[in-house]
């Protein structure tokens, strides 16, 4: 394991805006229940909004387009000053969208660090959720956090300047030395170091120092799903990352790009050989038959022929 050892500036003021919780605060104004429409419907903590993660996804977990964003979370009544408390089953659906909102302005973000189930305490503490609406409740006002987001073309700029960013890989080990492959290529980006997502998890026994970095560090993971939920941990660390959105499949899928502990996934041969079945053979025995006895007759025909001659 790389061990990640930067000295360097602490950490801006604005962007410790994300936390986990064991409640719901006083001052929480929008609860978002992010597991699917269905179960949120059937029951939540009372006044919670449906919001799902999956309704940000596109096919392959692609996000969809900002614009698209922007609306849906206007449907859920959202305008980006409140303060949002995410909740739902799954820990990783909760930091991808406190990633997200993030992302696009959200004042105030606060992840509760346990599942739905064992908050409402049974039915009797539930209450339907609120589905989002099929048009915009509220308009999204909050001005984007555009300058935490790194395009490819601007990564590749910073790379080879004396003063490139600090880069750290969320992914696993396997993935980052290349003995794992999930793209079209496999390894880490030239000069990043390694700092597992797994390792910053609420549920994580590893230890962690709150490492002061030189400026801001630039943050990736798999894709722009991982990456989210990466970055919700670092910034709930107080570690003000901005992230490589697309994440190591995006700069992987580039073969002119450069790529440290380089790997390529092995394709499996494919046989030249193709088996014939018994059944083959005698379902073509008529044309066999037939093209023997041309063959015959064409070489009785040459023999008679000399034989006249």
């Given at each position: 394991?790389?061990?990640?050892?930067?000295?360097?500036?602490?950490?801006?003021?604005?962007?410790?805006?994300?936390?986990?919780?064991?409640?719901?605060?006083?001052?929480?104004?929008?609860?978002?229940?992010?597991?699917?429409?269905?179960?949120?419907?059937?029951?939540?903590?009372?006044?919670?909004?449906?919001?799902?993660?999956?309704?940000?996804?596109?096919?392959?977990?692609?996000?969809?387009?900002?614009?698209?964003?922007?609306?849906?979370?206007?449907?859920?009544?959202?305008?980006?000053?409140?303060?949002?408390?995410?909740?739902?089953?799954?820990?990783?659906?909760?930091?991808?969208?406190?990633?997200?909102?993030?992302?696009?302005?959200?004042?105030?973000?606060?992840?509760?660090?346990?599942?739905?189930?064992?908050?409402?305490?049974?039915?009797?503490?539930?209450?339907?959720?609120?589905?989002?609406?099929?048009?915009?409740?509220?308009?999204?006002?909050?001005?984007?956090?555009?300058?935490?987001?790194?395009?490819?073309?601007?990564?590749?700029?910073?790379?080879?300047?004396?003063?490139?960013?600090?880069?750290?890989?969320?992914?696993?080990?396997?993935?980052?030395?290349?003995?794992?492959?999930?793209?079209?290529?496999?390894?880490?980006?030239?000069?990043?170091?390694?700092?597992?997502?797994?390792?910053?998890?609420?549920?994580?026994?590893e230890a962690f120092d709150a490492v002061a970095f030189a400026g801001?560090?630039?943050?990736?993971?798999?894709?722009?799903?991982?990456?989210?939920?990466?970055?919700?941990?670092?910034?709930?660390?107080?570690?003000?990352?901005?992230?490589?959105?697309?994440?190591?499949?995006?700069?992987?899928?580039?073969?002119?790009?450069?790529?440290?502990?380089?790997?390529?996934?092995?394709?499996?041969?494919?046989?030249?050989?193709?088996?014939?079945?018994?059944?083959?053979?005698?379902?073509?025995?008529?044309?066999?038959?037939?093209?023997?006895?041309?063959?015959?007759?064409?070489?009785?025909?040459?023999?008679?022929?000399?034989?006249?001659?």
């Amino acid at each position: 394991m790389v061990l990640l050892l930067v000295t360097g500036a602490a950490v801006r003021a604005e962007m410790l805006v994300i936390d986990y919780v064991n409640a719901a605060a006083a001052d929480v104004d929008v609860i978002l229940d992010v597991r699917s429409a269905a179960a949120c419907r059937n029951g939540s903590i009372p006044e919670a909004r449906c919001l799902p993660a999956e309704d940000v996804l596109a096919p392959h977990r692609r996000l969809a387009n900002i614009s698209g964003i922007l609306w849906l979370l206007g449907t859920a009544g959202l305008e980006g000053g409140e303060h949002v408390l995410i909740i739902g089953d799954r820990g990783q659906e909760r930091e991808f969208m406190a990633g997200l909102l993030y992302l696009a302005g959200q004042q105030r973000i606060s992840i509760l660090n346990r599942p739905l189930s064992r908050v409402t305490g049974g039915s009797d503490g539930q209450r339907p959720g609120i589905p989002r609406s099929r048009t915009r409740e509220a308009v999204w006002q909050a001005p984007l956090r555009a300058d935490r987001i790194v395009l490819r073309s601007e990564l590749r700029a910073q790379l080879v300047r004396d003063d490139a960013p600090v880069l750290i890989d969320g992914r696993g080990e396997a993935e980052y030395w290349g003995q794992r492959i999930r793209a079209a290529r496999g390894g880490h980006l030239p000069g990043a170091q390694h700092l597992a997502a797994a390792s910053l998890s609420p549920g994580s026994s590893e230890a962690f120092d709150a490492v002061a970095f030189a400026g801001e560090p630039v943050a990736y993971a798999h894709d722009a799903y991982e990456g989210l939920i990466y970055l919700s941990r670092l910034l709930a660390r107080g570690v003000g990352a901005r992230l490589y959105l697309e994440g190591w499949v995006g700069w992987a899928s580039d073969g002119a790009l450069p790529v440290d502990s380089l790997a390529y996934p092995e394709i499996a041969g494919v046989s030249a050989s193709v088996p014939v079945s018994n059944a083959s053979v005698a379902g073509r025995w008529p044309l066999l038959m037939l093209l023997a006895a041309a063959a015959l007759a064409v070489v009785g025909f040459q023999a008679g022929r000399r034989r006249r001659g």
